[in-house]
């Protein structure tokens, strides 16, 4: 089956009566994995963006997702920049779940000129079709500052993210590092040590199971927290990134590796050894984070967007520290590496004013307003130098290992391939559930990953 996103997007229009719009309270909410459809292999042809008259361009319409850092910040530059900019009007519009707002437009062809469509756009799908601007030319541009190329100013790794087959369709804004989290005051309490290896976890965990806490828990209705804080690292970590890559890439055997085995067989030893909180298959996202704040387990795997989400819900003085997952002993891999992952913003080719809209998010994306999103937000930032200096304190740790860090990855072929995400996901549960062996685990991501490779209606990507 064809990814279309006119396709999908035309069936938004039929179920959007009955889907209500919820709300998300992180800028990182869960984003359920659907089977998704595939697109059928074609060469990829985006149109360029290209300066034309800025000044004829008053008029900007900005729509963008409404998550757990709000828009209020948004406005704010749109405020700001209409005041620099007299005779400017800006529209900015948000919504938790914008995207189904913006399907129906990006069919009939009367986009937004600037769009952060959340979680629940398939962005790829867009490019595919030729839907959003190819911005190689707009980065060479200047910033706005007028003294560097704007696409100096990016942090390269993460503007990598926004490529496919090399060309670049979207931007980040702000970043997201995964890790686990741990709570130091009742580690120092306890005399304990973030683990920094699987044998150092393997030996704190008992002692914390012996104080009636958990060690771990997790956000079992939503495995991909797993694939991203438990999974992978530890294949990296086993394996390489060059066995991350392998697995990305759906090469053949990839999905049984020695690698892949070895960490679901830690994930099967955790579960075994009763180190994960009980019943935590079964919790939210903000269920099983809640049991970590309120004491019933010591860690928990989340990203960087973990205090913003959780904050009214936090203790008065209570702090998080942050720490990579445990690495393994021996491993070929970087003990150092940085999961990091963005939410895009792109600029539709059938936008009215899209120089506009460039000029715009370059006065988003400028320093100062970097800087003061990292203050205001809570959270990282993909323009070099606005994570340095003062920062909240939960964000030093994660800034300092991303600025460290010689492998820096992401985990992309969930959005290439999202009926093997959700394979993967249903697998892991399984895992833990105790239906599936590590054995048997691997055995059904192989085979679903040779579907993959062998059904010609999906497109191939590689990391």
């Not at 960490?263 to 996202?285: C, N, P, V, W, Y």
Request: proline residues 6%.
């Amino acid at each position: 089956m064809q990814r279309s996103f006119f396709r999908t997007g035309i069936l938004s229009l039929a179920v959007a009566f009955a889907v209500g719009c919820g709300s998300n309270n992180s800028g990182d909410a869960p984003k359920e994995s659907g089977t998704g459809t595939e697109k059928s292999a074609t060469t990829l042809s985006v149109p360029m963006w290209t300066a034309k008259d800025l000044q004829s361009q008053t008029s900007l319409e900005v729509q963008s997702f409404k998550g757990g850092y709000d828009i209020d910040f948004f406005q704010k530059c749109a405020n700001d920049y209409m005041k620099a900019n007299p005779g400017v009007k800006i529209k900015l519009e948000g919504n938790p779940r914008v995207w189904e707002q913006l399907q129906p437009r990006m069919v009939s062809g009367n986009p937004p000129d600037l769009m952060f469509p959340g979680w629940g756009m398939d962005h790829w799908a867009l490019a595919e079709e030729g839907q959003i601007f190819d911005l190689t030319e707009a980065l060479k541009s200047p910033s706005a500052d007028g003294k560097t190329p704007w696409g100096e100013t990016f942090e390269p790794a993460l503007l990598k993210l926004g490529q496919l087959e090399g060309v670049q369709v979207t931007l980040p804004y702000y970043m997201m590092i995964y890790g686990w989290w741990y709570d130091p005051a009742v580690f120092k309490a306890n005399g304990w040590t973030a683990p920094k290896t699987w044998k150092e976890f393997m030996e704190l965990a008992p002692k914390i199971k012996a104080k009636g806490m958990a060690p771990l828990t997790f956000q079992g209705k939503y495995p991909y927290y797993l694939v991203y804080g438990m999974l992978l690292p530890w294949v990296q970590s086993i394996g390489g990134i060059e066995a991350v890559n392998a697995c990305q890439n759906m090469e053949p055997g990839a999905w049984k590796s020695e690698s892949v085995l070895k960490a679901a067989q830690m994930l099967e030893e955790i579960r075994d050894k009763g180190f994960f909180q009980e019943g935590a298959i079964s919790m939210t996202h903000t269920e099983s984070q809640q049991e970590f704040l309120n004491g019933k387990a010591a860690m928990v795997p989340c990203g960087t967007w973990l205090k913003s989400e959780m904050r009214n819900m936090m203790k008065p003085g209570a702090k998080l520290a942050f720490m990579l997952p445990p690495s393994v002993e021996g491993g070929k891999g970087d003990p150092g590496a940085i999961n990091v992952d963005i939410e895009p913003w792109m600029f539709p080719s059938k936008a009215k004013a899209s120089d506009r809209a460039i000029d715009f998010f370059k006065y988003m994306t400028s320093l100062d307003n970097a800087k003061a999103f990292v203050k205001e937000k809570g959270t990282l930032m993909a323009i070099k130098g606005s994570n340095e200096g003062e920062l909240p304190e939960e964000l030093v740790l994660p800034a300092k290992a991303f600025k460290e860090s010689k492998t820096v990855w992401s985990i992309k072929f969930r959005h290439w391939y999202k009926g093997f995400m959700k394979e993967l996901e249903d697998s892991l549960t399984a895992l833990l559930s105790k239906t599936l062996t590590s054995q048997q685990f691997v055995e059904r991501l192989e085979k679903a990953a040779q579907a993959v490779r062998e059904d010609e209606s999906i497109t191939k990507h590689k990391v």
